[in-house]
């Protein structure tokens, strides 16, 4: 029986990184293309100095153009303090997602979190 067949994992950002600064929020959307659904993951690193970790969430968009807004709630995970983990964000349909990074620690020393990767997979 034919169905969707996911592909292979890829690190949407390269070989850049996000930093997350202390009491900063870093959005990064995501946009699957045509597919028949779509799978996330986030690599993160937290700052083993932090007083507070860094919650992950991801918002599906309601529609499509420039009119379409963002889910005001979704999945989020809270990574903590002095962490390196690789957190599986879900399935979705095909379409936009925004990632929300929010690192929780409000120290006056930049305990900042780093994502090193996120990964799509898509199924066509």
Same mark, same amino acid.
């Given at each position: 029986?034919?169905?969707?067949?996911? @592909? &292979?994992? +890829?690190?949407? /950002?390269?070989?850049?990184?996000?930093?997350?600064?202390?009491? *900063?929020?870093? %959005? =990064?959307? !995501?946009?699957?293309?045509?597919?028949?659904?779509?799978?996330?993951?986030?690599?993160?690193?937290?700052?083993?100095?932090?007083?507070?970790?860094?919650?992950?969430?991801?918002?599906?968009?309601? @529609? &499509?153009? +420039?009119?379409? /807004?963002?889910?005001?709630?979704?999945?989020?995970?809270?990574? *903590?303090?002095? %962490? =390196?983990? !690789?957190?599986?964000?879900?399935?979705?349909?095909?379409?936009?997602?925004?990632?929300?990074?929010?690192?929780?620690?409000?120290?006056?020393?930049?305990?900042?979190?780093?994502?090193?990767?996120?990964?799509?997979? +898509?199924?066509?």
């Amino acid at each position: 029986m034919a169905g969707p067949i996911p @592909g &292979t994992a +890829t690190n949407i /950002l390269g070989t850049t990184t996000l930093q997350v600064d202390s009491g *900063a929020t870093v %959005t =990064h959307e !995501v946009d699957s293309g045509q597919c028949y659904f779509f799978q996330v993951w986030v690599d993160i690193t937290t700052n083993a100095s932090a007083t507070a970790g860094t919650t992950i969430s991801a918002r599906p968009k309601t @529609g &499509t153009g +420039t009119a379409a /807004l963002y889910a005001s709630n979704g999945l989020t995970i809270e990574v *903590a303090p002095n %962490t =390196h983990t !690789v957190v599986y964000m879900g399935t979705y349909e095909a379409g936009t997602l925004e990632l929300v990074f929010n690192n929780e620690d409000t120290s006056t020393v930049n305990y900042y979190s780093t994502v090193n990767a996120i990964y799509v997979r +898509t199924a066509t």
